[in-house]
């Protein structure tokens, strides 16, 4: 199993052990770039990774150094660590806030038709509306686009032009009732 595989799927307990056990065999400064880097969004660019170790070591990295550094499994699985669990304290965060926000607007439309304040209830429905709806460029860029693959022979068919059809028209005899 890869490093990223087991930190994303170990319980919180054992990702918390896994950070202290590999912060251990790792200098503070280094300790201290790998946080820097969990915090970017992405991945930075080399050279602002080489200044921010210069920076928290007080000596200058060359590249290959980064390299051999990345390649440690104890600055790689610390790095994943933290940064998975950033990742899973902002999900519960998220959850957290997003509850509440959504009793709080609540709260405020209920207060609103107390007080009769029909001014207020657009304010506080409609931004919510309007981030929970999709928006119509988004809804067309979402449209399904749908590939049909035919043969030639079926190509041929549909640029041919319309069959004629011959049709006889025969006298219809009204069946007596009697009679069956």
């Known amino acids: 199993m890869k490093t990223r595989e087991l930190v994303e799927t170990v319980t919180d307990d ?3 052990s896994l950070v202290q056990s590999t912060a251990g ?3 503070g400064p280094v300790r201290t770039f790998a946080r820097w880097l969990a915090l970017h969004k992405g991945h930075p660019r080399i050279a602002a990774q080489l200044e921010k170790l210069q920076e928290v070591t007080g000596f200058e990295w060359t590249e290959a150094q980064r390299q051999e550094l990345y390649a440690s499994g104890a600055f790689r699985t610390y790095y994943l660590a933290i940064k998975e669990q950033g990742l899973r304290a902002m999900r519960f965060r998220t959850v957290e806030v997003a509850a509440k926000s959504v009793e709080m607007i ?3 439309l ?3 038709k107390k007080k009769g304040d029909y001014r207020a209830i657009p304010g506080l429905a409609s931004p919510v ?3 929970a709806w999709p928006r119509r ?3 067309a860029q979402a449209a399904p686009t749908v590939i049909i693959q035919i043969t030639h022979a079926q190509h ?3 640029e041919a032009p319309p069959a004629i ?3 006889e028209i025969i006298e219809v005899i009204p069946v007596d009732e009697s009679s069956l």
Do not use: F, S, T, Y
Request: proline share 0%; net charge negative.
């Open 106 to 108: 609540d709260w405020g």
């Open 25 to 27: 065999n790792l200098d």
């Open 156 to 158: 041929a068919q549909l």
């Open 14 to 16: 054992v990702l918390h």
């Open 129 to 131: 509306m309007e981030r």
């Open 110 to 112: 209920d207060e609103a």
């Open 137 to 139: 460029e988004d809804m």
């Open 165 to 167: 059809l011959e049709a």
